[in-house]
């Protein structure tokens, strides 16, 4: 991610805390596809993103001395309030696991996973759903990370501050969580075909 | 599991990775909230905006308001009812109070000095009132400044009973 001037979304920040109401607007116009989508990809559903999101811009508005900017810019302070709600549900479930023991192939793992999964149709493209639902279906401490980093845009560093691990934990999980989801992808035949332009070239 | 993933080359597994991945982003592009939810969203901050406003005010932002309203109050009952004084001898009492700076004077007292004095947390509100008020309570009033305001500050006690008044201009 290149650097980022954080002083404008800061300065919109300081002037919501102070009750401007075109300064929530902005801050939410900026900011609401990157939680909903997030939120999408985590819940599986589009109505409990929606409930995320309204949640997470609540949480802003009314709890905003908790964003810290000396941590991150305020997309992924968002992220990680949006990723806490969304566990709420699941939140036993994942935290009785050890995320060693979510590596791939550990037993038991796909068929609870999977279980939990979604079946809502989200996107229109036929691909991309299926590259969701193979998504959604890898180990939830794996499927942050890809979403944080591969779909949400966020560094390394913001993404270790959204899930609350170190930028070391962030590379392995990464790893492993795009191997999980290689394996998905390979068994539902999707591994065929060009990827992006540089292999191609 | 054995996809058959293992037989490719790891830089092309990974292209082919980025590039399922690059389809979904793309797709998510579409996807975004409820447009009613920005509408909800921004009823709940004018909400929380106002509870906020009401809250930062100074717990003594009504004093003023009080004050312009118990001199005018008293002012015009002073008018309705004036008191019968002695020729000679002063209408009100007047005592002045330890000043850090300068002394801008006695108060005139509108309670007994001794109810004053047992005052134990009395507050000195500014507040203006009509000059021509001065003269009705049998002050001396220079006749070019009667439509100018006169500065003055009240003495308050912990209830709101206004207990005495100090003309500063």
Known sequence: MPPWNMQPELTLFARMRQGDEEAFVELYRRYKDAVYRFALLRTGSAAQAADVTQETFLHLMTRPEQYDPARGCVAAWLCGVARNLARRETRSREDAMDPDDLAEGAPGLTELVVADGPAERLLASETAEQVRAALAAIAPHYRDVLILCELSDLSYAEAAQVCGIDIGTVRSRL?????????????????QGPGRAKEAS | M????DTLHPAVREARLAG??????????????????????????????????????PLLWWMPALAMVATLAIASWMVRNPAVQPAAGPAFEFFTVPAAGNDPGPFMALKPLDRIALEPQATVVATEFPREMLAQWGLPVAPERVGEPVRAEMLFSAEGEPLAIRILD
């Open chain 1, 175 to 191: 790893s492993r969580g795009r191997a999980q989801l290689a394996d998905r992808l390979s068994g539902l035949g999707l591994m």
């Open chain 2, 20 to 57: 399922r991945l690059d389809e979904l982003k793309a797709a998510l592009a579409a996807a975004t909230p409820p447009a009613r939810l920005e509408d909800s969203l921004v009823s709940a901050f004018r909400v929380q905006a106002g509870r906020q406003r009401r809250a930062a005010r």
């Open chain 2, 2 to 5: 054995n996809t058959g993933n």
